[in-house]
């Protein structure tokens, strides 16, 4: 039985306008944003290039970005998620 990876396999390359389905962040407007804010980082990655007049994201390049922007999410803090929330998810009375 082979083994599954637990990242998912990107594409080899894409334009942003057809950003793929299931390629965070899911959608060709929420990638303009991305690519407004991390466009240096993007290139510096190797996940950005232009050809001609149309960006193209580097499937290898956007994979080792995302890996390095990972410890940011491990800092996002959700309010809903503290325990003093407890009592409005589950209904009880928070611990």
Known sequence: MPIKSSTPT???SWDLRTWPEGVWPNSDEAARRLL????AELQAAGALTRIGRNLVFMGAGYQKWLASQAPNV???DVPMNR????????????S
Do not use: D, I
């Open 74 to 76: 491990t800092q996002y």
């Open 36 to 39: 407004r804010s991390h466009r």
């Open 83 to 94: 325990p003093e929330h407890a009592s409005k998810r589950f209904g009880g009375a928070a």
């Open 10 to 12: 990107l594409p080899h």
